[in-house]
């Protein structure tokens, strides 16, 4: 089993929409969970990170965990357009990531 | 706050020539850095753990003879691809840990496309 598993995608939303994003991950030890967008031809940026159980909220952002069910997702609330990017799921300080959601938000 | 740079941003070099990327952090003290590889609509492949004044620990399957980490300093780390061949071409990403961060996040360079003719 791949440490870090995101729903490969591509996803695909109307603008306005929720867009949700969903990592499980195989280590039950991890404390810390972190989710990076990535546009085309750049390096991923920081959107949030959750260590937790419940939500986190931050902007159209909220992040939610279950270590339980080993799960963290993203939830884009008010799709944009300018949210069109692949989305990377990271577990653990080592910091290895899912192979990325791309998402697509269609005017 | 928490900026991460790299240079070149770009580099084209011949085959068997070498080439150094630079890593720094600007406005942060980087006990920890990251090297990663991208190949095109792939994801980041974490290359190597570097921590400042120590030997890097590299993933499996990464030739440490031929991808060469220094990180000499707090805010330096770099990476040596030797004697490249085209295979290597790839978009290479460093990233930082902040020395004082209590939850593992890690801040990203711009990239570094190199391009092996």
């Known amino acids: 089993q791949k440490e870090v598993e995101q729903n490969s995608g591509p996803l695909s939303v109307p603008e306005g929409a929720i867009a949700s994003l969903n990592c499980t991950y195989s280590?039950?030890?991890?404390?810390?969970f972190f989710w990076y967008r990535q546009y085309s031809g750049k390096s991923p940026e920081l959107i949030m990170f959750i260590y937790s159980n419940g939500d986190k909220e931050d902007g159209r952002f909220t992040a939610q965990l279950n270590k339980a069910s080993q799960y963290v997702s993203l939830l884009i609330r008010d799709s944009q357009p300018s949210d069109s990017a692949t989305y990377l799921c990271a577990v653990k300080s080592d910091m290895r990531f899912g192979a990325g959601t791309r998402l697509t938000v269609k005017p | 706050g928490a900026v991460v740079s790299q240079h070149p941003s770009w580099v084209i070099c011949k085959s068997g020539t070498s080439v150094k990327i630079e890593c720094r952090s600007l406005d942060f003290q980087a006990t920890t850095m990251f090297w990663y590889r991208q190949f095109p609509k792939q994801s980041l492949m974490l290359m190597a753990t570097s921590n400042e004044g120590s030997k890097a620990t590299y993933e499996q399957g990464v030739e440490k003879d031929k991808f060469l980490i220094n990180h000499a300093s707090l805010t330096l780390s770099t990476l040596t691809v030797t004697s490249a061949h085209p295979e290597d071409s790839s978009f290479y990403i460093c990233s930082a840990r902040p020395g004082t961060s209590g939850h593992n996040e890690q801040f990203f360079g711009p990239g570094t496309r190199l391009t092996v003719l």
């Open positions: 280590d039950r030890g991890s404390q810390s």
